[in-house]
């Protein structure tokens, strides 16, 4: 951390990473570089910060990781900010304690940096105490994207209102790269049963409108079988795995996308997991 803060570093000691004997003593001592007068330091701490709280086996780590990381909210630099945001999002929504929620929703408010992500964040966690300021912010006259994430949050914890909206917006929806691109992610995110009934219109789709993956080609394909591969990892017993980058472990992907049709009709009541972001 000292040759970060003299901009002299290069890559981290890998034991820092791996030193599972100290890893509430290594936490603690992040903790005080994360308040340092250096941005760059006090992005690498918060960067130390969740690294050791991702790999760690106790649980209670994870929570003081959890609690350091939150403390990124108020830091001056809206880059930090939006990485601790995300670093939040590696984690359990069950190893977040009600101190943790008070703090989250403290700071779902409009002048927030990076307020998307983090009421996306909140509606994760099912902090329920936010949906009043999220449904206000979804009336106000804030940009669209702002009012978009307050409703996808309140679709994540359940809010019959924002599923009915996103619901009405995909009516006229076409399928291309967009759809699948930008918003599938975002409809994904909500878990919500209804909603995944417009994924799975799409897997049944068989006009090929989206762009080829191939680089060389200018051959159009089926929008489903990006959906596919990303519905796999968020629903229980699908029958195709998938690999660490969210390819599907498949030989063929037009024998795989009618699996998955077959599989969608014949289980129509399959569960949506909703442990993870």
């Known amino acids: 951390m000292t040759a970060v803060k003299n901009n002299t570093a290069t890559n981290a000691p890998i034991s820092i990473l791996s030193d599972t004997k100290n890893e509430t003593k290594l936490l603690t001592r992040l903790a005080q570089w994360s308040t340092d007068s250096i941005p760059q330091v006090r992005q690498k701490a918060f960067y130390f910060i969740r690294r050791i709280g991702e790999a760690t086996n106790e649980i209670e780590t994870k929570r003081i990781a959890i609690g350091l ?107 291309n790269d967009a759809l699948v691109y930008d918003v599938v992610p975002d409809l994904i995110y909500t878990r919500n049963p209804e909603i995944f009934r417009t994924l799975e219109a799409v897997i049944r789709h068989d006009d090929p409108t989206c762009e080829s993956a191939n680089p060389d080609s200018n051959k159009k394909i089926l929008c489903g079988y990006r959906v596919m591969e990303a519905i796999a990892p968020v629903i229980k017993n699908f029958p195709i795995s998938s690999d660490g980058d969210g390819n599907l472990n498949v030989s063929s992907y037009e024998e795989a996308l009618l699996q998955t049709r077959t599989w969608l009709k014949d289980n129509p009541n399959y569960v949506i997991t909703n442990n993870f972001y």
């Open 69 to 175: 990381l939150l403390t990124g909210l108020r830091d001056k630099d809206s880059g930090i900010i939006g990485s601790v945001i995300a670093a939040l999002t590696h984690y359990d929504r069950s190893l977040f304690t009600k101190a943790n929620k008070d703090t989250l929703s403290n700071y779902v408010q409009r002048a927030t940096p990076h307020l998307p992500a983090l009421m996306m964040l909140a509606g994760y966690i099912d902090i329920t105490d936010t949906k009043q300021k999220l449904k206000q912010i979804t009336r106000s006259k804030t940009a669209f994207k702002n009012r978009w994430a307050a409703h996808l949050a309140l679709a994540r914890m359940s809010d019959n209102a924002s599923i009915q909206f996103i619901l009405d917006k995909l009516k006229n929806a076409e399928y």
